[in-house]
């Protein structure tokens, strides 16, 4: 059964502290694994499409890594306005290819 | 990407009603899908919705619970039924398309609905 986990549940940084957020998934080959921004009270908000072992994505201060584990998404010199939860999402090469859903992290950068 | 709006973006029913969401979109879609999302936990499918045919439920979710309309490629329709206050939650719909076979997903903005 397709799976994902995220690490860590939640992390609060200090402005500037850059990190890594973990995305850990076991699918039945991977079709594109999936990043999301969601802040409070809004809809999730598309960030990164990775698809095999290698890719790297980058917008503004998040990069986003894959290898056939798992993802990271890396964040340097966070700013407040980082904060948010995010989601990572993975679609397997299956005949349905339904999309699961990571429980997230919650990031808080404090100025 | 597509806009996407959701109506009502809240709403306060009383148990044993029904509530009829509705999602509108700006261009033509090929997918359109709806989410559960409850406090502090992630999302989870419902259905996918499909133009001009019955939707495809998920495990754990009904037609006769949650009926879903999909008239044409930029609308589509979630009725919670004989609502309960475990339906509490925010439900999304999203969009996918242009041929890709990845689905990256847009989200409307949500409706928030609490049962008492």
């Known amino acids: 059964e397709d799976q994902v986990t995220q690490s860590p549940e939640a992390l609060r940084l200090q402005e500037g502290e850059s990190s890594s957020l973990n995305c850990s998934y076991t699918?039945?080959?991977?079709?594109?694994l999936f990043w999301y921004r969601q802040d409070p009270g809004k809809g999730p908000e598309f960030l990164f499409t990775?698809?095999?072992a290698g890719e790297e994505k980058e917008k503004e201060r998040l990069k986003a890594t894959l290898t056939k584990k798992e993802s990271f998404l890396h964040i340097t010199a966070p700013k407040p306005e980082d904060s948010a939860t995010y989601l990572c999402a993975v679609q397997g090469k299956t005949s349905y290819d339904k999309v699961i859903f990571g429980p997230g992290t919650s990031l808080s950068v404090i100025p | 990407s597509a806009v996407i709006s959701q109506k009502p973006s809240r709403d306060i029913c009383q148990r044993g009603t029904s509530l009829t969401i509705q999602c509108q979109v700006d261009?033509?879609?090929?997918?359109m899908f709806w989410y559960r999302q409850q406090p502090g936990q992630s999302l989870t499918l419902i259905a996918t919705a499909n133009q001009g045919s019955e939707a495809t439920y998920e495990s754990g979710f009904v037609i006769d619970k949650f009926p879903i309309s999909r008239p044409n490629l930029t609308f589509s329709t979630l009725t919670v039924s004989n609502m309960s206050p475990e339906d509490s939650s925010i439900y999304l719909c999203?969009?996918?398309?242009?041929?890709?076979?990845?689905?990256?997903?847009?989200f409307g903005p949500g409706t928030r609905l609490t049962v008492t």
């Open positions: 699918v039945s080959g991977l079709r594109g």
């Open positions: 990775l698809y095999s």
């Open positions: 261009s033509q879609v090929t997918m």
């Open positions: 999203s969009v996918a398309g242009g041929g890709s076979e990845t689905y990256e997903q847009y």
